[in-house]
């Protein structure tokens, strides 16, 4: 039943109450489940909100941790999102140290990923990229060299192309049956 | 109408036909037992102590199909519950713990008896409501029934906060919301019944889900046109009368041995309401082995999970098994169950099975049989037989060692029936305070007290795994156990190792029944009696040990 690990990401409408976020990060705690990130927040509906987990594990993982979830009476509807069907984006911010000689060598890399300085002072730059994860990893291995003071992500969040959504979902998607 | 919320509170639970509620009071729910007191019409049962009122509503749940109600006051009283509610969460349980709670206005403070109940639960419930404002009051009772009753049953924590019990709102009366069953998928059963067609030794797996959907007339109907045996799980236990010709009795660890020969020997494994627990599958790999397995349940994440099987049929047991009846053809007996005799091996110098053959005669007609945890508990499991379903109270999933006092107490009331109680004297002494709530309450129970002196299952596994060093399982007591009895009010009878079992067993039993109130016996055992046949853990069924010398 153990497969090769891949990394999966999984949306969920839940109930917009305190505590849920504790039920469902509690859940992935007590079952073992690997979590890379999980983003939460309010919806166009007052009463749902909106959680992406990344999970990285394999098959047996995907399909136990979805079914888990959706025993959760907080958990209204919950899918496999598909590569392919998606579009994936995360928001970096990132402060590194960065005298005036070291500053143009940055924008240079700002400009080739599209990232833009949220902050300047003497010696530091927050500076900001949205993107697929990929991107933002790809993006950080360049900045790197030049010091992180400190850095935020806010978890791969997801939305399918076209008409599809998720409140119209009736199944796990094509990953799970 | 306008009332408090401790009255609406009530009112609710006498909505959803709530008669019984097994509690004890404390300062967080005064307001909660004050309603209780001026409606007067629901009994209530005082416990000693609240884990032994959780445990009395799951015995009430499990005799009854009933949602159990238990209640407790903050903090203690609350944390008290905890591993009542674990136990009816790991064997799916419908039960309804309500507790109380400090203020809103003291909520977060770490004020006296607070506790955060609701944390503390979440991993152990179905689901928990933390209520603070007395307008979602009727609104979460009536969903915490609806919750504990429907598809997987098991446990709802409410927690009510003061404020909420005292403040007035609207009450408008409303009936239970009818369990919408699940939809039957036909073409999933029509594909079972295939498999089954096909294979030539079906093999019917019963384990507790069929017993929580009571499912028992189509299951015997389904056994009788296939002509296959059955066997089931520690859970599934009384579903099929044990008197019946095609039931094998207990698959798993310590199950028969004509139990382990036709799972061996089957090619079609229909599993009807169980999750292969580590107990019955012991080894997950080897489990199934070639062999067609289906699985019924009406729980989405139990499939594939322990077992990879062939096919997974999402449908309520009783439902299933209905709709196989009518697609299945009948087929040739395939397995002679009579050679085995459905009986464990090795039970010559058993005093236990002695004892428990007895007490199934002596035991007044269908007795619910309640066990604790450990050596007993299998020996029950093995040779004491129950013709009925809803009669027997065992704590399978979570092994609580002192389940039974408490659960004996709420399967009395739930059947109205005398109750025999299978203990050790390990399990006996975790919530003997229980037998006052017996005597008060005059509840007609026989306590088969297995008096070993030892904690016999952890010994047995010393003796196997750790080369008999008996590590802390020798119990030095020396509690007077008749004396005991008698001074709470009960009636103590000593079965030692030459008395005529029944002679003291009918004994026991008439003055039971005679006088409404709790026996204890001690029946002296050997220390050195061990369960057998057994599978080690991780081990296939071909392994099964059927001697010690093994």
């Known amino acids: 039943m153990e497969g090769q690990l891949k990394k999966y990401t999984i949306g969920a409408l839940v109930s917009n109450k305190s505590g849920v976020l504790t039920r469902i990060s509690g859940l992935f705690a007590r079952r073992g489940y690997n979590i890379e990130s999980i983003a939460a927040c309010a919806t166009e509906d007052p009463e749902l909100s909106r959680m992406t987990v990344v999970l990285v594990g394999d098959e047996y993982t995907l399909y136990q941790m979805i079914r888990q979830m959706d025993k959760l009476e907080d958990v209204k509807k919950i899918g496999c999102a598909n590569e392919l069907d998606c579009v994936y984006r995360e928001l970096l911010l990132a402060k590194v140290a960065a005298t005036a000689e070291v500053r143009s060598q940055i924008t240079l890399i700002n400009e080739i990923y599209k990232a833009k300085v949220v902050d300047l002072s003497i010696d530091t730059m927050i500076l900001e990229l949205t993107g697929d994860p990929e991107k933002l990893d790809a993006y950080l291995k360049v900045i790197e060299p030049f010091g992180i003071l400190e850095m935020q992500r806010t978890g791969t969040t997801v939305l399918a192309r076209g008409k599809h959504t998720l409140k119209d979902r009736d199944c796990y998607g094509d990953h799970v049956n | ?550």
Request: charged letters at 20%.
């Open chain 2, 1 to 550: 109408m306008k009332m408090k919320g401790a009255d609406i509170l009530i009112n609710c639970l006498t909505e959803q036909g709530v008669d019984t509620i097994f509690g004890y009071p404390g300062g967080a729910v005064l307001d909660i037992y004050d309603a209780l007191y001026r409606n007067g019409k629901i009994n209530h049962i005082l416990t000693a102590h609240e884990q032994g009122a959780a445990h009395a509503a799951d015995g009430y749940a499990r005799v009854t199909g009933k949602v159990g109600v238990c209640f407790a006051t903050s903090g203690p009283g609350a944390t008290n519950l905890v591993t009542g509610i674990a136990t009816a969460y790991m064997d799916s349980i419908p039960l309804v713990a309500v507790t109380g709670n400090v203020g809103l206005n003291n909520l977060g403070r770490d004020s006296f008896q607070e506790v955060d109940i609701a944390g503390i639960t979440m991993p152990i419930t179905k689901h928990n409501f933390i209520v603070k404002d007395v307008a979602e009051l009727a609104d979460v009772v009536r969903r915490a029934f609806y919750i504990a009753g429907s598809g997987r049953k098991g446990p709802v924590l409410i927690d009510v906060l003061k404020n909420v019990q005292t403040a007035e709102y609207d009450y408008e009366p409303a009936k239970p919301v009818p369990l919408k069953p699940l939809e039957t998928p036909q073409g999933k059963i029509k594909a079972a019944a295939e498999i089954i067609n096909a294979s030539k030794k079906p093999l019917l797996m019963i384990g507790g889900g069929a017993a929580a959907s009571d499912a028992t007339v189509p299951l015997i109907k389904l056994a009788k046109k296939l002509n296959s045996p059955v066997t089931y799980t520690l859970m599934g236990k009384g579903v099929i009368p044990d008197s019946d010709e095609n039931n094998l009795g207990m698959l798993g660890m310590h199950g028969t041995v004509a139990a382990a020969k036709a799972l061996i020997e089957s090619d079609c494994i229909v599993a009807l309401g169980t999750r292969f627990s580590d107990r019955v599958a012991l080894n997950r790999k080897l489990f199934a082995n070639g062999k067609k397995v289906i699985h019924v349940d009406i729980d989405n994440a139990e499939f594939n999970k322990n077992v990879p099987v062939s096919l997974t049929v999402l449908a309520d047991v009783s439902a299933c098994a209905e709709g196989l009846c009518k697609l299945v053809e009948s087929k040739k007996k395939w397995f002679d169950c009579g050679i085995y005799a459905a009986q464990p091996t090795d039970s010559e110098n058993c005093r236990a099975y002695e004892i428990l053959r007895a007490a199934a005669v002596e035991a007044p007609e269908n007795s619910p049989l309640i066990t604790d945890v450990g050596q007993h508990q299998m020996w029950a499991a093995q040779i004491y037989p129950l013709n009925s379903p809803r009669r027997f109270c065992t704590s399978g999933g979570l092994g609580t060692m002192g389940y039974g006092m408490g659960a004996a107490i709420g399967a009395a009331f739930g059947s109205g029936k005398p109750c025999v109680l299978v203990t050790g004297d390990g399990c006996f002494n975790m919530n003997l305070n229980e037998l006052s709530t017996a005597v008060t309450e005059g509840v007609p129970l026989v306590i088969l007290l297995m008096n070993n002196g030892v904690l016999g299952m952890v010994r047995q596994w010393q003796k196997i795994f750790y080369s008999g060093r008996f590590s802390q399982t020798t119990l030095k007591k020396k509690t007077d156990y008749i004396k005991f009895a008698e001074s709470f009010g009960a009636k103590g009878i000593l079965l030692d190792k030459n008395d005529d079992v029944k002679e003291k067993l009918e004994e026991a039993f008439g003055y039971a029944v005679k006088n409404c109130s709790p026996v204890l016996v001690d029946c002296r055992i050997s220390g050195d009696d061990n369960v057998l046949p057994m599978i080690k853990p991780g081990a296939a069924y071909e392994t099964q040990l059927r001697k010690m010398e093994d």
